[in-house]
């Protein structure tokens, strides 16, 4: 933003989170063209957000009893998560499913150092904050930095494709005295600074997407952390709860975990015969 407290973002996809308890005995009742049908149509509904370039949409069977079925919908504007929403919720399948939590946000890369840099760079040109040559320099700065092709491929990134999942909502602390949003913007930037120095030890073992969800849900931002090995989202959680940024300043939601699977799984987790896999080769070669 123009003004030099507030840290520039860039965002990307539109992410709606979705919990849902599923009537597992209900289901059990059902005959298996009845059930086949169900899932036919569910498919049906669900494979062209999968397979369009302006939207993603991940299944995980969650475990315990928080949520037995998440849906991730990632999605190009936010119309298209109103899309998605309604598009499930006529499926037949939806008759088992009972709502639990939602999570509206968006994709976002936290930018305070590249603002720190622009805000420093317009003072030393001797811009004045808040003047006309300040604001136009400072947005066409940020539109450089928008344009950079190396950010465009992490908020555009589609739903990592790793077995197990973790989701959290959090906020930064405003309590009265220990308060995020009165710190200075330089402090911020150091705290946040050695946040993702923190992180980078586990770079390659975990895929993190940060998503903003200030005036979309309760929480101020969305966590949804992946990895091929679950013990690692305890690990790094844990490393991080010693760190300054989330010791001091670290609010959390109520915590969610479970395991990725394909689309073509389905009526494997429906049946609840054997753990639904997350078959990845299924999706190669789909638009980035
Ligand atoms: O994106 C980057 O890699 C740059 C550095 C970075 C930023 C700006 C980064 C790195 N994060 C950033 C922003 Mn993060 N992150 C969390 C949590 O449980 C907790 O204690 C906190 C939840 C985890 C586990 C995590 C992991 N991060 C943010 C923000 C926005 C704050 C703002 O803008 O004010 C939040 C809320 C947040 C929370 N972070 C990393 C990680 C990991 C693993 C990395 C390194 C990623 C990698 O290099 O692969």
Redesign the pocket.
């Known amino acids: 933003m123009r003004d030099p407290n507030v ?1 520039e ?1 860039l965002e990307g996809w539109w992410i709606l989170h979705r919990m849902y308890a599923f009537d597992r005995l209900a289901w059990d009742e059902l005959a298996q063209s009845v059930k086949d049908e169900i899932v036919a149509d569910a498919l049906k509904a669900l494979k062209p957000f999968k397979e369009s370039k302006d939207s993603d949409v991940g299944l995980a069977q969650m475990v315990g009893h928080k949520a037995d079925l998440m849906l991730t919908h990632y999605s190009r504007d936010y119309d298209g998560l109103a899309h998605a929403q309604m598009a499930f919720d006529k499926t037949k399948l939806a008759e088992y499913l009972t709502p639990g939590i939602s999570y509206t946000s968006i994709l976002e ?2 930018m ?1 150092e590249a603002t720190g840099k622009i805000h420093a760079a317009l003072a030393e040109q001797g811009l004045k904050p808040g003047s006309p040559e300040f604001n136009e320099a400072f947005d066409a700065a940020v539109k450089k930095e928008e344009l950079n092709p190396r950010h465009a491929s992490r908020v555009w990134a589609r739903i990592p494709e790793r077995r197990y999942v973790c989701f959290y909502p ?1 906020d ?1 602390r405003r309590g009265e005295d220990v308060n995020w949003y009165a710190l200075p913007f330089e402090e ?1 930037g150091k705290l ?1 600074l050695e ?2 120095k923190i ?2 030890t ?2 390659g073992l ?1 895929t ?1 997407v ?1 998503s903003g969800s200030i005036g979309f849900d309760t929480y101020e ?1 969305g ?1 949804d ?1 992946y990895a091929d090995d679950p013990i690692v989202f305890k690990k ?2 844990y490393t ?2 010693f760190d300054e940024a ?1 010791s001091k300043y ?1 609010v ?1 939601g109520d915590f969610y975990s479970g395991l990725q699977f394909s689309l073509d799984q389905l009526a494997t987790f429906l049946d609840g015969n054997e753990v639904p896999k997350l078959n990845v080769l299924e999706t190669a070669g789909r638009p980035a």
Request: net charge positive; charged share 15%.
């Open positions: 840290p973002s890369l936290g305070y959090m930064k911020r946040m946040h993702g992180g980078r586990y770079h975990v993190q940060i931002w966590v952390l790094l959680i991080m709860r989330s670290g959390f």
